[in-house]
């Protein structure tokens, strides 16, 4: 099946630096989305991706959709406090019926 | 637009109680539907998904059940709880190209 592996797992920044993650497939995925989670809510989607090569920002986040359709990274740059959370990548392959996600990257940033 | 419900947002239920987690998505039709547990603030266990009413696909053998009785109502349960099944579970809907989650439940069995 498809799986997703994601990194780093955590991330530990000062404040005001910026940050990379970033997820590899062993299949090629037709969409990348990016969530956040904050303690005790669901994710909340951040940026989504549909065609190789494509680079989207949303503030100070920007994700990239690889070229070989097998990876993807978000950036976040100038870092704030709130920013902290757990961040996921996630996808569709070849079917739309399951949505895989990446294990996660826990993103802890000091004031 | 589109909103999924999710309840309660918590429970705490004794070994050996039953179970039932709904979701409900509104202003959408023909979602596909998941539910996930996530132990300890980390990954996302995939653990039922479906893509139709009555079509149950089933990721990890375990003490639980997902039911689909209606297009846009998705149900998690369990005949007997066990202190394993503690945890945080979220409900999530599909359409055609973006995911999005309801608020999550947080289980805990004592």
Not at chain 2, 68 to 88: E, T, V, Y
């Amino acid at each position: 099946g498809q799986q997703l592996n994601q990194s780093p797992q955590s991330m530990f920044i000062q404040e005001g630096e910026d940050v990379s993650m970033n997820c590899t497939s062993s299949s090629i995925f037709n969409t990348w989305l990016w969530y956040k989670q904050d303690p005790g809510e669901g994710p909340v989607l951040l940026i989504a991706l549909y065609k190789a090569g494509e680079l989207t920002s949303n503030g100070r986040l920007t994700a990239q959709f690889g070229i070989t359709r097998k990876d993807s990274f978000l950036n976040i740059s100038a870092s704030i406090p709130s920013d902290v959370g757990i961040y996921f990548c996630a996808g569709w392959g070849s079917s739309y019926g399951k949505l895989t996600f990446g294990q996660g990257t826990i993103l802890t940033v000091h004031p | 637009s589109q909103t999924i419900h999710q309840w309660p947002a918590t429970l705490v239920q004794p070994v050996g109680s039953p179970l039932s987690l709904e979701c409900t998505v509104e202003g959408t039709s023909n979602p596909n539907l998941y539910w996930y547990r996530q132990a300890a603030g980390r990954g996302l266990q995939l653990l039922f998904y479906s893509v139709g009413i009555g079509q149950i696909s089933s990721e990890v053998p375990q003490n639980l059940s997902a039911s689909r009785p209606q297009d846009r109502q998705f149900i998690l349960s369990s005949k007997k709880l066990l202190l394993s099944d503690s945890g945080f579970y979220l409900c999530a809907w599909t359409g055609n190209t973006e995911a999005f989650f309801g608020q999550g439940t947080r289980l805990t069995v004592v």
